[in-house]
């Protein structure tokens, strides 16, 4: 086994173990170095596993923190308001007469002034 990999064995087991257990900073980041130069050089994330000694895939999520996040960055939103399509009316009278197009204000003008 690689020295390294020894000694970061021995000092990951020395950190008591359980749900939400907090891993010192630098020994995470030295794991998170040692696992990635063993990725580089075709090691799977089992094999790495098992030479750290863990039984869970703490390691590959501590390495897969450190890229950077594809999509999750917040994008820049600009609201506008919906224009709603401009609608004409045609208004007929009884005995024929017929104004049009009109937009539904002139429209309600038209028919106040009308009485």
């Given at each position: ?6 000694g970061?064995?021995r ?12 891993y ?34 703490t ?9 950077p996040k594809?999509g ?42 009308l009485?």
């Amino acid at each position: 086994m690689d020295p390294e990999a020894a000694g970061l064995r021995r000092e990951l087991a020395r950190v008591a173990r359980g749900r939400g257990t907090r891993y010192p900073a630098e020994l995470r980041e030295r794991v998170v170095a040692w696992a990635l130069s063993r990725r580089r050089a075709g090691a799977s994330w089992r094999s790495i596993k098992a030479e750290l000694g863990q039984k869970f895939d703490t390691v590959r999520q501590w390495c897969a923190g450190t890229a950077p996040k594809k999509g999750r960055a917040l994008a820049l939103v600009r609201v506008v308001p919906e224009h709603a399509p401009e609608r004409h009316v045609s208004v007929v009278s009884p005995s024929g007469f017929r104004v049009e197009p009109l937009s539904l204000t002139e429209a309600a003008a038209l028919l106040r002034e009308l009485g």
